[in-house]
């Protein structure tokens, strides 16, 4: 069975410092990654998603980044991290389809338990 | 820019009551899905309607999709005080992306 994994759990950072979040997931190849941010009492707001090794699109501009430096493991990172960047980070993936998806593709998305992050 | 935007934004019922949740979006979509949120965890899908489906049931949970009025419903029967939860719902086009609402905000009582 397929798993997602995120660490920390739980990060506390001073403004300015650098930011690496970590993502992996097992039981399945060639996945479609997500990472969303969740500020609170809010919905999800799509940072990144790849569909491969290496290819990363960016939704919004801001102050991070993105990495998939393996098929399975997403890493979101920051050089000087912002109040702002405070918020619940999480990780998804899903079974990667052909480019253009049909009605009766199914792409569910599979979330890691998520990492709190309060930049202080 | 968002599209799902859940009404209510909270719901409080007691125990053994049904709970009813709706969710609006703008652009033509291929599924619906709805997923739920316990406090402070991951996302857990719950149901996914396609564009040319009108209801489908999985267990005690039954979801309906109006394209006509680009809208959908989550309804729980017999609700649980282990249904407290934030539910969620999220379009799904032609891409690998999905677009959540805000949520609602389920209060169970027992």
């Known amino acids: 069975s397929q798993t997602i994994h995120q660490w920390p759990a739980t990060l506390v950072q001073p403004v300015g410092s650098p930011l690496s979040l970590e993502c992996t997931v097992e039981g399945t190849s060639n996945p479609n990654l997500y990472w969303y941010r969740q500020a609170a009492g809010r919905g999800l707001q799509l940072l990144f998603y790849?569909?491969?090794?290496?290819?990363i699109s960016s939704e919004v501009p801001q102050n991070l980044s993105a990495s998939r430096p393996q098929d399975r493991q997403f890493i979101l990172s920051s050089k000087k991290l912002l109040l702002s960047d405070s918020g619940f980070y999480l990780c998804a993936w899903s079974v990667r389809h052909r480019q253009r998806l049909a009605i009766t593709d199914s792409y569910e998305q599979y979330f890691g338990p998520g990492t709190r992050l309060t930049v202080t | 820019s968002q599209q799902g935007e859940e009404d209510p934004q909270a719901l409080s019922i007691q125990e053994g009551e049904n709970a009813t949740m709706n969710c609006s979006y703008k652009t033509s979509i291929n599924n619906l899905q709805w997923y739920r949120q316990n406090s402070g965890r991951g996302l857990v899908h719950l149901i996914l309607i396609r564009s040319n489906e009108r209801e489908k049931h999985s267990g005690r949970l039954r979801v309906t999709l109006d394209t006509s009025k680009k809208s959908s419903s989550l309804l729980i029967t017999a609700s649980r005080a282990a249904d407290t939860a934030s539910y969620f719902c999220a379009s799904g086009g032609s891409n690998y992306k999905l677009t959540f609402g805000k949520g609602t905000l389920l209060t169970v009582n027992p």
């Open positions: 790849s569909v491969g090794i290496g290819q």
